[in-house]
């Protein structure tokens, strides 16, 4: 139990005994899109939360832990809030049927891309809440392949009992769809999609292995 007490502090901050440093980039990832993750505050005690690993992949990826976007709380966000005619229409990822397909989006016609991380049910709340200052200077956009409503992606195959976690399944879907948004949108996206699944896909190797362990002391929480 001591030894998965120890942390890697200066590294990827996880326990020492599922330290994913090895699979996190030597540096964090540099790109044209900058992303604004607004992070639900009971996502950040949750301590399979995928954002700061993202944070640590990405060099322009910013965190806002809060349940709604508003004005004051992001420079980059209220810039575009002031003068969104100095830049292309921001994207803000949640499904819907009136949302615009990111595979339709060319390569660098983006210069934001804002997530929710949470559960389906908060990131459903948080965007809501956020419609009004995000409606100025963004507009809603998905993945034809955005499932976090059902659960089912890439990595069911990997371990449906990591998956079946709430809120793990949300946040995890929040880092993959990232991931599948800048493929799309940055120049060299496949990399950089790659390497951000690389660190996914190490996360949930450890944490099917060491679910069991772990399941006493979350059923406790
Ligand atoms: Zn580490």
């Known amino acids: 139990m001591t030894s998965r007490r120890r942390m890697c502090a200066s590294g990827c901050g996880r326990p020492a005994n599922v330290c994913l440093c090895q699979s996190l980039p030597s540096a964090p990832i540099a790109t044209a899109t900058q992303i604004v993750i607004l992070h639900h505050p009971h996502e950040q005690r949750h301590k399979l939360a995928t954002v700061p690993l993202l944070s640590k992949c990405l060099a322009n990826c910013h965190v806002i832990v809060g349940r709604k976007l508003r004005y004051g709380d992001s420079t980059l966000l209220d810039s575009l809030h002031d003068h969104p005619q100095l830049f292309r229409p921001a994207l803000f990822l949640f499904p819907g049927s009136d949302a615009l397909d990111v595979s339709q989006v060319q390569s660098s016609s983006c210069?934001?891309?804002?997530?929710?991380?949470?559960?389906?049910?908060?990131?459903?709340?948080?965007?809501?809440?956020?419609?009004?200052?995000?409606?100025?200077?963004?507009?809603?956009?998905?993945?034809?392949?955005?499932?976090?409503?059902?659960?089912?992606?890439?990595f069911n195959s990997h371990s449906r009992l990591v998956l079946r976690k709430e809120p793990f399944s949300g946040c995890m879907s929040t880092m993959e769809a990232v991931a599948r948004c800048l493929r799309i949108l940055e120049p060299n996206g496949v990399d950089i999609e790659s390497r951000i699944l690389t660190v996914l896909k190490a996360m949930v190797g450890f944490q099917a292995h060491f679910l069991q362990l772990q399941q006493d002391e979350m059923n406790i929480e």
């Not at 809501?128 to 100025?136: C, N, T, V």
């Open 111 to 154: 210069d934001v891309l804002i997530a929710f991380d949470g559960t389906w049910k908060h990131a459903k709340e948080m965007m809501h809440a956020s419609l009004p200052f995000l409606s100025k200077f963004s507009v809603q956009a998905c993945l034809d392949f955005d499932v976090r409503v059902d659960g089912d992606n890439i």
